[in-house]
């Protein structure tokens, strides 16, 4: 459109000019005024051109602007129903653990009184149970209590290791092994040989001295002499020295009542 009435006005000036030439001066100037008229209104149309092409960038600016922020506003109504949805999800959590935490405050009342007095019983099973390796079992039994009055651990953890505590007795009823250990009525250093619950034997390295425990007197008391190679070779099976065999031990038989 510019480039348009450029030409239009450069030709209406070479048309003015060659006029202005065959003309009296009178109309001369009539017609260079029109040629001034005629030039300020293509400068005006250019003017205006300009400022349509302006508003039009603008329009289309502010029309990509409110696209942007419709697309916003529905993404941001979406997030607030879901984050309200959560919130009150939230809330019901928070009422449950409140009941929870009422609930387990009845049980621990409940539980504890329950754990130690589990603990004694284990503590007597100890005591009264064949004498093998009970430093360590005397030491987890104390443990146990140590743990009872600490708050650093939750009602939950405290059963677990009760219970695990007796599933570690349980087991000792079902295996064989071979330790060794300071006897106690001697102070001398023997291995001892632990089947299951029902017998302990022992044996100094130099086979000199050979005995068990009697669970009748409960005394370590030596043995006949017959059992020196049969402790033996039961000490190399429990120690996987030897394949396992068939050796004859001292067995307690039932208590009389």
Do not use: C, H
Not at 31 to 56: C, D, F, H, M, P
Not at 177 to 196: K, M
């Amino acid at each position: 459109m510019p480039d348009k009435l450029m030409r239009r006005t450069s030709g209406l000036l070479a048309s003015a000019m060659a006029t202005m030439l065959l003309l009296p001066s009178a109309q001369a100037e009539v017609l260079e005024s029109a040629v001034e008229v005629e030039t300020g209104i293509n400068q005006a149309a250019t003017t205006s051109q300009k400022r349509i092409t302006s508003l039009a960038q603008q329009t289309a600016d502010l029309l990509a602007e409110y696209r942007t922020v419709v697309r916003e506003t529905e993404s941001l109504k979406i997030y607030n129903d879901n984050l309200e949805k959560v919130v009150m999800d939230q809330r019901a959590e928070v009422v449950s653990i409140n009941q929870q935490l009422s609930g387990l405050e009845a049980t621990n009342r409940g539980v504890v009184p329950l754990m130690l007095e589990m603990i004694d019983t284990l503590d007597m099973i100890v005591e009264n149970d064949m004498p093998f390796r009970l430093e360590e079992r005397r030491a987890r039994v104390q443990r146990l209590r140590d743990m009872m009055d600490q708050a650093d651990v939750t009602a939950s953890e405290k059963y677990r290791r009760v219970m695990e505590a007796y599933q570690g007795e349980m087991e000792y009823g079902r295996t064989t092994e071979a330790y060794a250990e300071t006897l106690p009525s001697t102070g001398q250093t023997v291995d001892f040989l632990r089947v299951g619950r029902t017998l302990l034997v022992y044996q100094s390295s130099d086979q000199l001295t050979t005995g068990w425990f009697n669970p009748a007197t409960r005394q370590y008391e030596d043995l006949p002499d017959r059992y020196r190679l049969e402790v033996k070779q039961g000490l190399a099976i429990a120690k996987n020295e030897k394949a396992p065999n068939l050796v004859m031990l001292p067995v307690p038989g039932p208590e009389a009542e």
